[in-house]
């Protein structure tokens, strides 16, 4: 049973363009969301996260969106640069009860120069 | 910085050998925590641990094992490592919510 889901194995991007990730939830529990970015041979690093108190929070280029009653978020990368190029994944954590993060698939993100 | 490390970059290991990953990190968490990471199933939990000589399984603990002997040090073990145990194994730590990773190890069983 897959309690996040990341719909889009894969997605390009034109450089310069905006890059939309989205995720899909199922537990009603959750209410913290991050977004990790990992590179081929290496640990996933954190990106940025969000609290289900917000519906938006934003960190350079990186903006996340919280839409609690479609349970879904997105991540937006505006310019889009081809550093970005890597797997992103989303994560989500019921904090009441413990700090285990359950993750998506993931989807690799391609920028096109 | 945290600073998560891994034993091994990449392994390769025989059927039916015990397996030893070892992780250690430097930042005193508490939260200790085990994943695999295969194609199309992202990162999936094996174990995870919230203190000292504590465990709890995850989603996928059948064929390991973990020890925590010290707060700094999270071990995985493979008792009988099997060819559908090849995979990308990482190790993470946290405080709180955000966990921090370390680079991996990437095991073969032939």
């Known amino acids: 049973d897959q309690q996040v889901k990341q719909n889009s194995p894969s997605l390009s991007v034109q450089e310069g363009r905006i890059s939309i990730l989205n995720c899909d939830y199922t537990?009603?529990?959750?209410?913290?969301f991050l977004w990790y970015k990992k590179y081929p041979a290496e640990g996933p690093t954190f990106l940025i996260s969000?609290?289900?108190?917000?519906d938006k929070n934003e960190d350079g280029r990186f903006t996340v969106f919280l839409n609690k009653s479609a349970k879904h978020l997105s991540l937006h990368i505006v310019p889009s640069q081809p550093g970005d190029s890597a797997v992103y994944f989303c994560?989500?954590?019921?904090?009441?009860?413990?700090?285990?993060?359950?993750f998506g698939t993931g989807t690799r993100l391609t920028i096109i120069p | 910085d945290v600073k998560v490390t891994q034993s091994s970059r990449y392994l390769v290991k025989r059927t039916g050998e015990k397996v030893f990953l070892e992780c250690v990190q430097d930042?005193?968490?508490?939260?200790m925590f085990w994943y695999r990471q295969d194609p199309g199933l992202g990162l999936r939990l094996i174990y995870f641990?919230?203190?000292?000589?504590?465990?709890e399984k995850g989603d996928i603990p059948e064929g390991y094992s973990v020890s925590r002997e010290k707060k700094e040090r999270f071990s995985l073990i493979l008792e009988s490592a099997s060819t559908n145990q090849t995979s990308m194994y990482l190790c993470?730590?946290?405080?709180?919510?955000?966990?921090?990773f370390g680079p991996g190890t990437r095991l073969t069983v032939t």
């Open positions: 993470a730590s946290s405080f709180e919510v955000q966990q921090y």
């Open positions: 994560a989500a954590s019921a904090r009441g009860l413990n700090e285990k993060l359950t």
């Open positions: 641990s919230y203190d000292v000589k504590m465990k």
């Open positions: 930042m005193d968490h508490e939260n």
């Open positions: 537990n009603s529990m959750f209410d913290y």
């Open positions: 969000i609290s289900s108190i917000k």
